[in-house]
């Protein structure tokens, strides 16, 4: 089955950080790209992260930049997201999405909860 | 406020035939293909339509896809009670060089 596993995530103060993580199984990852996308509550959905499938190409959307930064582990089937700095406006889920050749983002994976709060 | 701009709600009955629009710009969808994405409660969105009006296998042909220009449509024919919940359009932007989303449509079945 092809599938995204997450872990991570949590309450954190504000200025803190955390990392998260996103484990694919059920295909050959490294022939991938893969995307990080945000959800606050109660609001729609926000692009955060993508990386290549080599890991040389990455782009952070302007709220994150500078501060989240996305990376990935062919060897283990992992792809991570480490959050600097972290803010309350940042709290949400995220969800972590395998990309295909023409785009669409699937599978997604379960989601996780972050919660910046002092 | 997203790049991508959709009517935050739409109703109809059981039957009726719902579209849900997308405008963008010619960064986005005037230069690349739109996707949507239907999500229920408390759950990770679910693909519906890729490359403006492919379907993913699973996924009923009440479900159909389009785009014109600058802007992009998705229509659910024979509304069910089951297709309550929120759609998303998706396109990447070569300006921002990242993903846009639209604001999200919350379909109610009456």
């Known amino acids: 089955e092809v599938q995204l596993v997450q872990s991570g995530g949590g309450l954190v103060q504000p200025g803190g950080s955390l990392r998260l993580s996103c484990a694919a199984s059920?295909?050959?990852?490294?022939?991938?790209?893969v995307n990080w996308v945000r959800q606050a509550p109660g609001k729609g959905l926000e692009w955060v992260s993508y990386?290549?499938?080599?890991?040389?190409?990455?782009y952070h959307a302007d709220s994150v930049k500078g501060r989240f930064t996305i990376s990935r582990d062919n060897a283990r089937n992992s792809v991570f997201l480490q959050m600097e700095s972290l803010r309350t406006e940042d709290t949400g889920v995220y969800y972590c999405?395998?990309?295909?050749?023409?785009?669409?983002?699937?599978?997604w994976g379960q989601g996780t909860l972050v919660t910046v709060s002092s | 406020q997203s790049v991508l701009t959709q009517p935050p709600s739409m109703s109809g009955t059981p039957g009726q035939r719902v579209t849900i629009s997308c405008s963008g710009s010619?960064?986005?969808?005037?230069?690349?293909?739109v996707h949507w994405y239907q999500q229920l409660p408390g759950t990770a969105p679910k693909p519906l339509i890729y490359?403006?009006?492919q379907r993913p296998s699973g996924i009923p042909d009440r479900f159909s896809g389009s785009k014109s220009g600058t802007s992009a449509s998705l229509a659910i024919n024979g509304l069910q009670s089951e297709d309550e919940a929120d759609y998303y359009c998706?396109?990447?932007?070569?300006?921002?060089?990242?993903?846009?989303f639209g604001g999200g449509t919350k379909v109610t079945v009456l």
């Open positions: 999405a395998r990309e295909d050749d023409v785009g669409d983002q699937d599978p």
């Open positions: 059920g295909f050959t990852f490294s022939n991938y790209e």
């Open positions: 990386i290549s499938r080599s890991g040389e190409t990455i």
């Open positions: 010619t960064s986005n969808i005037g230069g690349n293909t």
């Open positions: 490359s403006n009006y």
């Open positions: 998706a396109a990447w932007d070569d300006s921002l060089k990242g993903w846009v």
